[in-house]
């Protein structure tokens, strides 16, 4: 639907093919209105929002075929977030896709603390359109200072695409990350991540928590320190920084869930300083990956290591010297 490509219609008008005789209300608005998310329509029935033959139904009622659908689109707000005209390293962008480099430091919604400045702000003055799209396009998120790759949707039918890929665990999320401690192969993570029972503004792998899954390979080995390529098959909060944590590894400069610095035995005072100075955790999205909405083709983009990253990875070559060479992953 061309309408939905640009701005959020007022209304649609729709006949129910009596093809679709017995199927729920829900499923079959999703199959005529695919540009819209199956959870966004449920929420209009909820609303009152459609009208089948003129009356409010519920998303569970069964259709009989025939009826005359009316459905009134509201735009969802940004959380009354404002545009504001801040920097984006834009990658990539068509008319359906932005993908932005989000340095460190930057948050990504506006939440308690951060009302502003954030890159939904950023996003709205760069495209005030996306002020029709749920949470300004942005459908997946990095923490404020993990650096590195975000896509975001620039429509409805974009934004729908990519959540779908989200959940069918299609959409593909590679990041390098340093941790302490010496790992000497790759592996899988699987454990459920829940708020910390004790720590209440801090996640955890907890019983009963949502089910997450980090896959893990090493790259470089270091006399203190590993760097490893991550990929994320789920994203909960913190997923990466948690599941480190979890098995003893955790990520330098994480001062949430890392603890104090360990800097290797013997090393000097710029590395020294380097790790007990470094301000953020070690964690950057490096890899994209996703299938364009409009025309499936298979998307990929990739991006080099940040400076501050750098120069902390070459101060620990340095530190290994010639022993560096027989310490890399594969």
């Not at 404020?144 to 949707?153: E, F, H, P, Y």
């Not at 590993?226 to 590894?249: K, Y």
């Not at 603890?259 to 000097?268: K, S």
């Not at 340095?318 to 890399?328: A, F, N, Q, T, V």
Request: a positive charge; charged letters at 25%; aromatic letters at 2%.
């Amino acid at each position: 639907m061309k309408d939905a490509d640009r701005t959020v219609p007022a209304e649609h008008c729709l006949r129910i093919d009596p093809a679709l005789t017995g199927r729920r209300l829900d499923q079959v608005l999703a199959g005529l209105l695919p540009e819209y998310s199956r959870s966004r329509l449920q929420r209009l029935l909820d609303q009152g929002l459609v009208l089948v033959d003129g009356r409010t139904r519920r998303r569970r009622d069964k259709v009989r075929g025939g009826e005359e659908i009316r459905l009134k689109l509201v735009p969802e707000p940004c959380n009354l977030c404002v545009a504001q005209p801040i920097a984006l390293d834009i990658l990539f962008e068509d008319d359906q896709l932005l993908v932005v480099n989000k340095p460190a430091g930057l948050v990504v919604h506006p939440a308690a603390g951060n009302r502003d400045g954030t890159l939904q702000n950023a996003l709205l003055h760069h495209l005030p359109q996306l002020d029709s799209v749920p949470r300004a396009g942005i459908v997946h998120r990095l923490d404020k200072d993990t650096s590195g790759l975000l896509v975001v949707a620039k429509t409805l039918l974009a934004h729908k695409s990519l959540v779908d890929q989200l959940q069918r665990r299609s959409l593909y999320r590679e990041y390098r990350a340093l941790v302490q401690g010496i790992l000497v192969a790759g592996g899988t993570i699987d454990a459920p991540i829940g708020r910390d029972p004790l720590h209440r503004t801090r996640m955890a792998v907890v019983s009963g928590g949502r089910p997450a899954v980090t896959h893990y390979r090493v790259r470089e080995r270091f006399d203190a320190h590993t760097l490893l390529a991550v990929r994320l098959q789920t994203g909960r909060t913190h997923q990466i920084r948690v599941h480190m944590v979890h098995i003893r590894h955790p990520l330098a400069g994480d001062r949430t869930y890392g603890g104090r610095p360990r800097p290797p035995q013997g090393a000097g005072v710029r590395l020294t300083e380097a790790l007990q100075g470094f301000p953020r955790q070690a964690l950057h999205a490096t890899a994209l990956g996703c299938d364009h909405p409009l025309t499936g083709t298979a998307m990929h983009w990739e991006i080099p290591l940040p400076g501050d990253m750098h120069v902390l990875l070459n101060l620990l070559r340095e530190h290994d010297g010639p022993k560096r060479l027989s310490k890399k992953g594969p």
